[in-house]
């Protein structure tokens, strides 16, 4: 079983900074993209950023220039550097990790439990 455990949410004034962390534990023999998701009341779910095993990147347009995402294979663990933080990016935070585990071996999408970011004043 595989699980994923983010980390690092809060509440921060806007301008302020906020670093998530989201680590992949149990058998997992590869995983490919990573990613950042938001969700804020009565929205949909929306992609923030992704990260590939080689290291590409891409992000929304409302976020590109203030997010930052890395991600640390050693560890199963990606990060998401949140600098300029703005009022309309509270959010509920959530990791997705596409992985290879079990037996036989098969890829998985796998999502963390979400975590709060409010950016008020």
């Known amino acids: 079983q595989v699980q994923l455990v983010e980390s690092g949410g809060g509440l921060v004034h806007p301008g302020g900074s906020l670093r998530l962390s989201c680590a992949a534990f149990?058998?997992?023999?590869?995983?490919?993209?990573m990613e950042w998701y938001r969700q804020a009341p009565g929205n949909k779910r929306e992609l923030v950023a992704r990260?590939?095993?080689?290291?590409?990147?891409n992000y929304a347009d409302s976020v590109k220039g203030r997010f930052t995402i890395s991600r640390d294979n050693d560890k199963n663990t990606v990060y998401l550097q949140m600098n300029s933080l703005k009022p309309e990016d509270t959010a509920v935070y959530y990791c997705?990790?596409?992985?290879?585990?079990?037996?036989?071996?098969?890829?998985?999408?796998?999502w963390g439990q979400g975590t709060q970011v409010t950016v008020s004043s």
């Open positions: 997705n990790a596409h992985l290879i585990t079990g037996h036989p071996r098969r890829e998985y999408d796998y």
């Open positions: 149990g058998i997992i023999f590869s995983i490919y993209d």
């Open positions: 990260i590939t095993s080689d290291l590409s990147t």
